[in-house]
């Protein structure tokens, strides 16, 4: 099998589900006719039962063999905005490791990603609808409890010396009141151009801050 064979498989176990489109984003966007080559790919792989595909929509959106989840299920338009999070993330840089849907145990947050990215982990929630006061302060309340455990520290992407607890970025149109705590700090934004821009003005705050130090202004 080839090479692009086996990352559209890789891929496709990964995101649990890809459309025809994201398919050509991710493994054709170089070639001179990504479509037609797209689709040879595509049907090579479904006759040779390495893909299944649900073809009552349009783009049509393509599954693993076996599938991992039903192909009329609900959280398709969730796994897509993963997929949509994920390729906004090459047009900057793109991720070291990016894990959909990551479990860490009872009692303890459930993210839709993690990821390396930019040389530093992050936890990924993204969100297609409003979510209750009470469900994001329990989502909170959950990351507080895995910072607690200290259980992160030992993860196999941990730098040696100081340990790093992955900050949130939560992507939602709507902004929440969350609480505060020293360890857990969500960035909450619409999309990962707006959470550069942030980032990127935080540390220009930062270097005009440590630059300041010490400088003693006279009035009058």
């Known amino acids: 099998m080839k090479k692009r064979d086996l990352a559209i498989l890789s891929d496709l176990q990964r995101f649990r589900c890809l459309t025809r489109d994201d398919i050509i984003d991710l493994h054709f966007s170089g070639l001179k006719n990504p479509i037609t080559c797209c689709n040879t790919v595509l049907k090579r792989l479904r006759r040779d ?9 349009q783009p049509y959106i393509y599954f693993h063999s076996p599938a991992p989840i039903k192909k009329d299920s609900a959280k398709i338009p969730h796994f897509l905005k993963i997929v949509e999070f994920y390729k906004s993330l090459l047009n900057f840089e793109p991720s070291e490791s990016f894990i959909v849907e990551p479990k860490y145990g009872k009692g303890y947050m459930e993210p839709d990603a993690f990821m390396i990215w930019k040389r530093a982990p992050f936890f990924v929630e993204i969100q297609r609808s409003i979510y209750s006061e009470k469900v994001m302060n329990e989502k909170f309340r959950r990351y507080v409890s895995y910072y607690m455990s200290n259980e992160w520290q030992y993860e196999p992407w941990q730098p040696e010396g100081k340990k790093v607890f992955p ?7 709507h902004r929440y009141n969350l609480p505060i705590h020293s360890g857990v700090q969500f960035f909450q934004v619409q999309d990962i151009k707006q959470f550069l821009i942030f980032a990127s003005k935080t540390r220009e705050m930062k270097k005009v801050s440590k630059e300041t130090q010490g400088i003693k202004i006279s009035i009058g």
């Open 167 to 173: 900050k949130i970025i939560l992507i939602a149109d």
């Open 49 to 57: 039962g390495q893909i299944e595909v649900n073809t009552s929509q």
